[in-house]
């Protein structure tokens, strides 16, 4: 699984970076082959005014469909990852479900099935 991270205005350390990777790779582990590749985007958006300013854009590049993106915000980086991380597992495990999921209007044979 290829996670690329970028950061702008965020102290970001290699350890937080491992960490964060362990956590993506946990979350997103059973759908790997439904994708490419994980952009994770880091920023503070109010810079030094504090408050929840902790921005993590999780974009997954996935095969044949356009990209899901997830945006997470809070106070510090590593909690706004799991947040983030955690999300993205979840709106990728339900995507995934649909499209395996056979159209409830059509019956076994193939036929429509209506109301009468």
Not at 24 to 52: I, M, P, T, Y
């Amino acid at each position: 699984m290829k996670i690329l991270f970028r950061t702008s205005g965020v102290e970001f350390s290699s350890a937080e970076q491992t960490l964060a990777e362990r956590k993506l790779q946990f979350a997103l582990s059973n759908f790997a082959r439904h994708f490419q590749r994980v952009n994770v985007f880091l920023s503070d958006v109010n810079g030094a005014k504090g408050g929840e300013d902790k921005l993590c854009r999780i974009v997954l590049h996935l095969r044949r469909q356009p990209s899901l993106v997830i945006e997470e915000r809070a106070c510090d980086i590593l909690p706004v990852i799991d947040l983030a991380a955690e999300r993205a597992g979840q709106v990728l495990g339900r995507k995934v479900e649909r499209r395996r999921a056979p159209s409830s209007a059509t019956s076994m044979s193939g036929e429509s099935w209506r109301r009468n």
